[in-house]
């Protein structure tokens, strides 16, 4: 009897493809001549603090690098991680954090998610000047 084939990564649990891979992870050999520990498909890597939550943005196209942590109260991470957030850099003075909405493909920013804004439009300033600091003590509705 032959064994279940099994991709060759560990921890992957996707169906056996061709080579010794899933077929994700095939893609990536194929394409990049090795295999990533992310893709840009996974979700947000989070860190429980004591009193907050951190959330890890990454950036590239490739192999996703880290490139902000955001902090937010622990209460809003169930909606928070609802989403794959990005870290959208227009210049120096301008960072969002952003994700897009499933199906419709609208960009959304954080803030909006953490305040429930139906219309997302609403604009914050930060407390503290960390305009990685998402947690509400630190927002103040404009
Ligand atoms: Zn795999």
């Not at 064994?3 to 056996?16: I, L, P």
């Not at 992870?25 to 009193?51: A, E, L, M, P």
């Not at 994700?99 to 804004?117: A, V, Y």
Request: with cysteine; aromatic share 10%.
């Amino acid at each position: 009897m032959e064994k279940e084939k099994k991709c060759g990564v560990a921890n992957c649990k996707r169906k056996y493809y061709a080579k010794g891979h899933c077929f994700l992870h095939y893609s990536q050999v194929r394409r990049n001549g090795r295999v990533y520990s992310r893709t840009r498909y996974d979700k947000n890597k989070v860190i429980h603090r004591d009193n907050y939550c951190v959330l890890v943005l990454y950036s590239g196209y490739k192999e996703p690098v880290e490139v902000a942590r955001v902090k937010i109260d622990k209460e809003d991470l169930a909606k928070v991680s609802e989403h794959k957030w990005c870290l959208h850099q227009k210049n120096k003075k301008c960072t969002r954090i952003v994700t897009h909405e499933r199906g419709t493909n609208k960009l959304l920013l954080l803030h909006n998610i953490i305040f429930n804004s139906a219309s997302g439009k609403i604009r914050v300033s930060f407390t503290n000047g960390d305009k990685l600091d998402f947690r509400k003590r630190n927002l103040t509705i404009k």
